[in-house]
């Protein structure tokens, strides 16, 4: 049984730039939760997909935006990147009815130079 | 507004004796709280949760923490600690009960760092 799984591992961008990051769920699971981890900081929570809606959000600007698919895989978008965003971006999938276990994805390290 | 607090950002101990990770909690309804461990390049992996109930939770590794409502803590625990040990703990609340959404609000993160 695959858990979180999260596409690529690293990436490198320059401000300005878009970036679009990937996740698929753990089997079973139907909700798709995006953290945002700087270096040296806890998750910060960026927003929550289920049912392919945007159920709740952190407090992040509209340049971070995301997309829930029918298979239930998530996609994380981020516009005119800043070099603030250079950061962990975690995946985390839980199962709607039990949601209090979100499981985690290894995260995808960007870099914005 | 919730949030978790992590007073230590690193505690250390000698391998064999017992450690124990504070986390506090701000006051609000019925917390949900949670343990993760992150290793270096590695996501979150989840140690235990308290939802309702006992107040002392078992988890996974020989883990476990303690729900205190009175000093608002959760702090983790573990009788003997192992060099493997070694990473980074967060502490995480959600809302509980009918307005839990999922949403996890992190503490700052402890470094654990067992000593052979």
């Known amino acids: 049984d695959a858990g979180v799984t999260q596409s690529p591992t690293h990436l490198i961008k320059t401000r300005g730039q878009q970036v679009t990051l990937r996740c698929s769920p753990k089997s079973g699971h139907d909700t798709v939760s995006w953290y945002q981890q700087a270096l040296g900081q806890g998750p910060q929570f960026i927003f929550q997909?289920?049912?392919?809606?945007?159920?709740q959000r952190g407090n992040f600007p509209d340049r971070f935006s995301g997309h829930q698919f029918p298979n239930y895989s998530s996609e994380l978008n981020v516009n005119a990147l800043l070099l603030g965003d250079s950061a962990l971006y975690l995946c985390?999938?839980?199962?709607?009815?039990?949601?209090?276990?979100?499981?985690f994805g290894a995260g995808t390290r960007l870099s914005v130079l | 507004a919730q949030s978790v607090a992590q007073p230590e950002d690193q505690v250390n101990v000698a391998e064999g004796n017992p450690l124990t990770v504070k986390c506090t909690y701000s006051v609000s309804g019925n917390p949900y709280l949670f343990w993760y461990v992150q290793y270096p390049n590695r996501g979150l992996q989840f140690l235990l949760k308290y939802i309702t109930g006992d107040n002392l939770v078992k988890g996974s590794y020989g883990f476990e923490a303690e729900f205190n409502k009175s000093q608002t803590s959760f702090h983790l625990k573990k009788p003997s600690a192992l060099v493997s040990d070694s990473a980074l703990y967060f502490c995480?609340?959600?809302?509980?009960?009918?307005?839990?959404?999922?949403?996890?609000?992190f503490g700052q993160g402890t470094t654990l760092q067992v000593k052979p």
């Open positions: 995480a609340r959600a809302l509980g009960g009918s307005s839990n959404t999922g949403k996890l609000i």
């Open positions: 997909y289920y049912e392919e809606e945007e159920r």
């Open positions: 985390a999938s839980s199962y709607r009815e039990t949601k209090n276990i979100q499981y």
